[in-house]
């Protein structure tokens, strides 16, 4: 065998060997949970959870357990009967223990990480975590106010804006804290887990995949990256074509609206953020309607009586709303690459994309430059 087939041969021969797999001790304590609540440990397998541990926190919320990895990887902590919310934990081969504090919050239903020891990664996610917590807080406070029967009509107008700062300044946050810590692995799963929108944030993607992709490669949350700054729809690019059916059960196609500058707004009735940012859409629908805006709203519901309730209930007074009821595997969301909602594509007369993901006063400055204030 020629020394160039030996060498080949040997590289596969390693290549198939199993990797070694590393011990790395999780541990700390979960405050504000029953005695004796579950807590499930599920490991993200590509787009699947498999639970990879269980157990029972004791009445001072202590755990530990010791957990093999071989590679980056993502787990989740769920703790049973405490809501959907999870909290992401990535553990590298090179992490030794984690220590973490977390409280869980019964009015937010709410997992809160207040302390991460012995993990960068982690330390990243808990600054993450606090401001998603801060305008959880906010809006809860002023949707308080807001549905109160004594709230003027004026008040409402101003914690509609209220509402639109706090959100705009949760993303601005995120976006600085992600910047500033583009050498962290946690960030490439940041980038995409809070703001999947390549084309608002090129230069946040390319500066994050520059900092990792010479020594981490071969990590998933980097290859993500890397494909989203290679495959994401650009500005300029035309806007998919949606044809679904709408309330009634009529094929509504988008190419029908050609001609107006259209929101495709992807939402759902049970998405809280997509019904707190949805008086902001009817007004500036009710704005601009006259000079050619319209919106198509594309659901991810699953329950149709849901879905129609929830457009009478949050004044969607359009006429273009569609779902075919199949929630995330959506025909229109998968067209659109919709991993997280609300979802927006700005598109102009001629079907183009002029911008993704616009909420609040930069989906209002934007149709402002577009048809005038």
């Known amino acids: 065998m020629k020394i160039r087939q030996l060498i080949i041969v040997i590289i596969a021969l390693i290549a198939a060997l ?16 029953d005695e004796g609540t579950n807590m499930m440990v599920l490991e993200a397998v590509g787009n699947k959870l498999q639970e990879r541990a269980r157990l029972q926190l004791p009445k001072d919320g202590k755990f530990s357990l010791t957990l093999e990895v071989t590679k980056n990887t993502l ?8 809501g959907r919310d999870r909290l992401h934990v990535m553990i ?25 020891k012995g993990s960068k990664n982690m330390t990243l996610y808990q600054q993450f975590n606090a401001e998603r917590y801060a305008t959880l807080a906010g ?23 209220e509402q639109q700062q706090i959100q705009l300044k949760e993303r601005q946050n995120i976006k600085q ?16 887990y809070f703001d999947d929108d390549y084309q608002n944030n090129i230069e946040l993607y390319e500066k994050v995949l520059h900092s990792l992709e010479k020594d981490n490669s071969d990590d998933i949350f980097v290859a993500n990256v890397a494909q989203k700054v290679a495959t994401t729809m650009k500005a300029g690019s035309q806007a998919p074509e949606i044809a679904m059916k709408d309330k009634d059960g009529n094929i509504r196609k988008l190419s029908s609206l050609r001609g107006k500058v259209v929101l495709i707004d992807f939402w759902a009735s049970w998405c809280a953020p997509c019904r707190a940012e949805m008086p902001n859409v009817v007004r ?22 849901a879905w ?14 569609v779902s075919d009821l199949n929630g995330w595997t959506s025909s229109g969301g998968r067209s659109y690459g919709v991993s997280s ?11 183009r994309v002029i911008a993704t993901k616009l909420r609040g006063e930069e989906l209002a400055a934007k149709l402002a430059e577009l048809l005038g204030d």
């Open 341 to 351: 909602i609300p979802h927006t594509v700005l598109i102009d007369r001629e079907g």
């Open 92 to 116: 590298t081969p090179k992490d030794k223990e984690i220590d973490l504090t977390i409280r869980y919050d019964k009015d937010f239903g709410y997992l809160k990480l207040e302390g991460a």
């Open 177 to 192: 804290l992600i910047a500033n810590n583009s050498d962290c692995l946690m960030a490439a799963f940041l980038v995409t």
């Open 75 to 82: 787990f989740l902590l769920q703790p049973d009967g405490v």
């Open 308 to 321: 129609i309730n929830a457009i009478a209930n949050t004044g969607q007074v359009w006429e273009n709303h």
């Open 18 to 33: 199993p990797l070694s797999a590393k011990s790395v001790t999780l541990k700390g304590v979960i405050k504000g949970i």
């Open 284 to 305: 500036l629908y009710n704005k601009y309607k006259d000079k050619g805006f319209d919106v198509y709203s594309v659901s991810l519901d699953k329950d149709r009586n």
């Open 139 to 161: 809006l809860k406070r002023t949707n308080a106010e807001y549905s109160a029967p004594e709230t003027s009509e004026a008040r409402r107008q101003e914690i509609t804006r």
